[in-house]
């Protein structure tokens, strides 16, 4: 569990961008495909040592309004061994561009320390899943989980509300995304 909560802001910044980014230029997320809400009894629970009140997931998936309302997972990726992450860094890069390929992938990044000087290793994945045992598997299949380079955790999160703006400059190809 990360103890501070700056890298799901982190995330919510970038997968705003990125679904913007695929509404504006390709017509829709995932070319027009949205994967529903889990079933109330696939939500995934997480423990701690001390249980805090909550309100049940489906009172906020009906009540956002206007908001977008997309269902993503997100995982949080933590190194278990820097020089093992650093050897399988190709091949887990490449099975991000697989799950890029095919419409599974929402965005993907490292993360640094708090300082923002130093990479350990760590990263998070934002998935488009059915549910979470869905994205559990996804992120299983992940060279960095599967050789045990990094562990995992998986938290539903649903995309609300966020702002994007971007550039492309047609004759030099630039792009900036802000």
Known sequence: MIASPMP??????????????SSLLLG???????????????????????ERPG??????????????????YVVESRAVDLEHVK??????????RELE??????????TWSAD??????DGIIVLRANSPAHAARIAEEDPMHDRGARAYSI?????NDGALTLRVELSTRHREVR
């Open 55 to 72: 309100i049940p997931s489906g009172l906020i998936k009906r009540d956002v309004g206007e908001s977008l309302g997309l269902q993503l």
């Open 116 to 121: 923002g000087d130093t990479f350990h290793g």
């Open 155 to 159: 938290t539903p999160w649903m995309l």
């Open 8 to 21: 799901r802001v982190l995330v919510a910044l970038t997968a705003a961008a990125c679904w913007a980014a």
């Open 87 to 96: 050897r399988v860094l190709a091949d887990h890069r490449a099975y991000l």
């Open 28 to 50: 829709g997320c995932a070319a027009g495909r949205h994967y529903e809400a889990p079933p109330a009894d696939e939500v995934l629970r997480t423990t701690t040592s001390m």
């Open 101 to 110: 390929r095919t419409d599974v992938l929402f965005a993907a990044g490292p």
